[in-house]
């Protein structure tokens, strides 16, 4: 299932069926498919269709097995005379002859007419055009890659240990910060690139980049990319301001075929193609585009090998680097390595020093305005640009239709604030240490708070704040986290998967960002005006008073939206969850032996089956992401004396990035009270206001459960429940369906939950509930009938009358469709 067929004679490739799709397919496909039309070869592969594709194809075959020459080419008398006129004999010859009188401004240089008349090229026109054609193919691929890898570098993880210990665990180390990299990718890309970053190929990639120390020791493939990368870095092609998922056409093609065509007009040898020295005419003539027949006497021997080469490759590689050195260590006298090592004692305090330091404030502040002015500008923008993307047709209808985010993504607009981030904490840096200033910044914070603690400045008070957050009264809310930089700094460094400073500091914007507090980080992280003037030079951006209230202005408007940034990339960690059942204090709902347990279920998955200790209603566990919580199914063992439990509702939190989910209950969970259920199947809300506000218990019964599950009992707690006459219970239900059609009206991305649509408070089910328990006479004398029941005895009746003929034509299918729904 994961093999790649390909069938060369009968031109056919048998992809393997769960090939991932590659980014921007159609789009990728459609210029491949312009280029190739271009030279008159359709798209399809049939290269017999046309007449220019077969003369694209035909090379002369029979011309280069007759061919008596020995590679010579005749050069062009242009190119000669040109050549001639850079020689230096040449030169003195000509300074004699102009000496004597004669005049050499005239001298006309003809060239024989069979020759190429646009002095292009020294080839065949053929030939030409399939170099032409194998440059434009090529250069699409590689812009491809080049604007999908373009940020590579900072993800690579340098080992921290020497080469030969490197080499020695390369199996068991990570090259690179996948989760990270992948966190910054659009999410088309995603199936693609995280199969991509497991094949051999980038592995070994990975690896050349690591052992690569300059340009000298790279590896000619990587020394390509690198340069291609460089490239459109220099040439914007690739904006820095604003990362985008749109499809960008390759347009180094034309430099490429420049480049190409000025090479083949200055040919200097024409090769033979490779042959046996006895071949004989005709053996060894090919078709271009399709593989050769493989001739067996020349593949009877084979070259020669080593088998100890390829084991003694690192140390090969140690020894010539040791080599190096120590060539350039003997070509110094003793003088000058005095010289030299003085000069590396003193380099760091000479050579980082700016020159702008030793000018005067204003001649300072005037020098960096526009550079400051121009990165706030990119804040205001880029900000308004996400909530524009996050509010979505809110934001048209209040005028802001104007903002272009056509083909943009949530994920590449955060990459894109990451990377104006990192550009506002490396400007005016005294001195840059590690890929990422801003999570520099952060370790350098970090470590003077830790001093500060560990001198006892702070540990009395960090001492009663953990006192507090471990205090918790089972019949209140959870105590709220509590609000720390350093505490989300250690979440992150929790996390494995992240290997790289710049992935860390990436995660941590995310969190902030999720728990709404990337301004009150970023503004406590700045109050260390001590440690902020030890790293920066008195020009950064971070030291200017003005522009950095504006910019923490600016990310503070990221609090009116609901990011889940952090929730939905890193969505293979582990996350702590904290879970608070709250029992009812009336009708001895508190009182209760049985054993309990509970299951959570979110978008990303769900726990298995956990066992609540008895008489514990709060408890915390660790599980693999869940992402956003749907339900809650509670239930118990029907163990004990006392086997009755009156839940009021369950509240389960995000340890992580604070989110706190509710789930209203209100039921009775044992047998011979409400439906005589064990379990319960809870739909949540995330809450969005103060705690206290919901504190207030559930309304009994309110209904949070799953259609599957409607029973229901009428007289439990009646003065509890409101009665509503018909026109409300119309109205409620024109409300549930309403915001139903609502939903699926809107654009994908701005849909809210179903599931609390259908059986939320004010959901569907409770509407419907309140119409069926209208005038229902539920007490019996014997036993309890439930609005379950009534729907039973109506499938029973439509199953009796099925065969009987009716006059409404669908009558029998709404019927049948009735009776499976219920069944």
């Not at 008596?68 to 010859?93: C, M, V, W």
């Not at 200097?268 to 027949?293: N, S, V």
């Not at 699926?744 to 004010?762: A, Q, Y």
Request: net charge neutral.
């Amino acid at each position: 299932a994961n093999l790649c067929f390909v069938d060369i004679d009968n031109h056919f490739i048998e992809l393997p069926e769960d090939l991932p799709q590659f980014p921007n397919k159609l789009e990728f496909v459609q210029e491949v498919s312009e280029i190739l039309m271009a030279f008159g070869i359709p798209p399809e592969g049939n290269l017999h269709c046309s007449e220019s594709a077969s003369k694209l194809k035909r090379l002369r075959a029979s011309e280069l097995v007759s061919d008596k020459r020995n590679g010579n080419i005749a050069g062009s008398p242009l190119h000669s005379y040109e050549l001639l006129k850079e020689n230096e004999t040449i030169a003195r010859l000509q300074a004699l002859v102009k000496r004597t009188g004669v005049s050499l401004e005239k001298l006309e240089v003809r060239e024989d007419p069979s020759s190429n008349k646009d002095l292009k090229v020294q080839c065949d026109e053929e030939e030409l055009r399939i170099y032409q054609l194998n440059i434009q193919i090529r250069e699409v691929f590689a812009n491809r890659f080049t604007q999908m890898f373009a940020d590579y570098e900072v993800f690579v993880i340098q080992p921290s240990q020497d080469k030969e210990s490197w080499f020695t665990n390369r199996e068991q180390m990570q090259n690179f910060d996948k989760a990270s990299f992948l966190s910054d990718q659009p999410e088309p890309y995603l199936p693609f690139l995280s199969r991509f970053l497991e094949t051999q190929m980038f592995a070994s990639f990975i690896d050349n980049k690591i052992m690569c120390h300059d340009d000298d020791d790279k590896d000619p493939v990587l020394r390509v990319f690198d340069s291609r990368v460089d490239k459109i870095r220099l040439l914007n092609v690739r904006t820095p301001t604003l990362r985008t998922s749109m499809y960008q056409k390759c347009t180094t093609v034309d430099e490429a075929e420049k480049a190409i065509e000025l090479r083949l007009a200055k040919i200097d040898h024409t090769a033979l193609h490779p042959h046996l020295l006895d071949m004989k005419i005709g053996q060894g003539k090919y078709e271009p585009g399709f593989f050769p027949k493989l001739q067996s006497d020349v593949l009877s021997t084979g070259p020669a090998s080593n088998k100890w080469t390829k084991r003694n490759a690192p140390a090969q590689w140690r020894r010539k680097d040791r080599q190096k050195q120590h060539t350039e260590h003997l070509r110094l006298d003793n003088d000058q390595r005095e010289k030299y090592i003085q000069e590396a004692r003193t380099m760091g305090s000479t050579i980082r020093q700016p020159k702008l330091s030793n000018l005067s404030p204003s001649v300072i502040a005037q020098t960096n305005w526009k550079f400051v002015e121009g990165l706030l500008k990119e804040c205001r923008n880029k900000t308004k640009r996400m909530l524009v993307e996050k509010m979505g047709r809110e934001a048209v209808e209040l005028g802001h239709g104007e903002v272009n985010i056509t083909g943009v993504e949530e994920n590449t607009l955060i990459a894109s604030l990451c990377d104006l981030l990192e550009r506002i904490w490396s400007h005016g840096l005294q001195v840059k240490q590690g890929k990422s200033a801003l999570w520099s910044h952060l370790l350098h914070y970090q470590d003077n708070r830790q001093r500060k603690l560990t001198s006892g400045s702070l540990s009395t008070s960090g001492i009663l704040l953990d006192s507090e957050r471990r205090k918790s009264d089972a019949g209140s809310l959870m105590p709220p986290l509590r609000i720390s930089l350093i505490q989300d700094m250690r979440h992150i460094q929790n996390i494995g998967e992240i290997k790289t400073d710049v992935g860390k500091a990436r995660a941590w914007v995310r969190l902030s960002m999720e728990k709404k507090l990337l301004s009150t980080h970023l503004k406590q992280l700045l109050s260390d005006h001590e440690l902020t003037k030890k790293l920066y030079k008195r020009y950064a951006f971070l030291r200017c008073d003005d522009e950095k209230e504006q910019f923490l202005y600016h990310l503070l408007s990221f609090n009116a939206v609901d990011y889940f940034c952090f929730t939905n990339v890193f969505t293979t960690i582990l996350i702590p969850y904290h879970i608070l059942i709250v029992p009812s204090k009336k009708l001895g709902g508190s009182m209760f032996t049985a054993n309990p347990w509970i299951c959570i279920s979110g978008e990303l998955g769900e726990t298995q089956i956990l066992q609540i200790p008895r008489n514990v209603l709060e408890m915390t566990f660790e599980c693999q992401n869940l992402g956003k919580l749907t339900t809650v199914q509670i239930g118990h063992d029907n163990s004990g004396l006392y086997a009755k439990w009156l839940v009021e509702y369950v509240m389960v939190r995000n340890e992580i990035t604070g989110h706190t989910y509710k789930f209203p209950c209100g039921r009775w969970l044992g047998k011979g009270m409400d439906d005589g259920s064990l379990e319960r199947i809870l739909v949540g809300e995330l809450l969005t206001s103060q705690p206290e506000v919901d504190e207030r218990p559930c309304r009994t019964p309110p209904l949070q459960q799953s259609p599957s599950v409607i029973r229901r009992l009428v007289t439990i707690s009646p003065n509890n429940k409101p009665k509503l006459n018909t026109g409300q219970i119309q109205e409620s239900i024109g409300e549930a369906v309403n915001g139903i059609v609502k939903h699926f009206h809107k654009p994908e991305k701005e849909r809210g939950s179903l599931t609390l649509l259908l059986c939320g408070e004010c959901g569907l089910v409770s509407a419907l509930e309140q119409a069926f328990q209208h005038g229902f006479k539920s007490p019996r004398l014997f036993k309890n009938v439930f609005i379950w029941d009534f729907l039973e005895k109506a499938q029973t009746y439509y199953e009796t009358l099925e065969q009987v003929v009716v006059p409404e034509e669908n009558w029998h299918t709404r019927a049948r469709n009735f009776c499976r729904f219920v069944t």
